[in-house]
């Protein structure tokens, strides 16, 4: 009678999921964490992105990422762990590429056309890899609300800096106002890519060509 092979934590097939690259002198097992922390946050992203934050267990999240759930509980020790680690991981691109594209920008007007540039790019980009920073639903967990709360109010923070330092700061403006309109604009931009992420489809540069003389009209006679 032939014997039957049985292979355990296979991963599903899907686009989003490419195995593991093979390492000389390693095998799939043993591959070091960070290998396996980097696929979790992928097949998480998936998950999310397909299912919402309350759907995929922490085994669905296992299976596709091809790996027992012993070794993913030893790594993230719950859902919201594992979640927190997809929107953190997002929130550093995301932060980098905009404080780089401000250091970039030296005018007041410049620094709002980047920020819409970036949340559009941001969008796009990671939409194709099944990102979920600005589509989640965060479902009955109200620390992860918290969680996107925090970043977003960070990015407005930052922001709100550099208009603070800009050599075209309007006169007669507070910190206090300069943050609140920081805090508009990040909003604005992030509203608008989302919904322009949803459909229906509009040319990509068209859209930010509207949000960004939205925003600059909604700011007179500020900036």
Known sequence: MPQTVRVRNESRVHPSMPKPPPRP????????ADVWRERILQAAR?????????????EAI?????LSRARLYRLFPS??????????????RLGGELLLQLAKAPTTREKVSAIVQVFFGFVESR??????????????????????????????QSFATHLIHAPDRPPGLSEVEVRLIASGVIA??????SAWLGGPHMDRERSVEIVIDTALRALQPAV
């Open 79 to 92: 859902r919201r762990d594992v979640f927190n680690a997809v929107i953190a991981d997002d929130a550093t």
């Open 127 to 156: 939409h194709e890899r099944n990102r979920v920073f600005y589509s989640i639903d965060t479902g009955s967990d109200p620390a992860v609300g918290e969680s996107l709360r925090v970043v977003r109010f960070a990015l407005a």
């Open 46 to 58: 998936v998950l999310f992105a397909e299912e919402g934050y309350d759907g995929p267990s922490m």
């Open 188 to 193: 604005l931009a992030e509203g608008a890519a």
């Open 62 to 66: 296992a299976r596709l990422a091809g």
């Open 25 to 32: 002198g390693r095998t799939r097992r043993n591959l070091p």
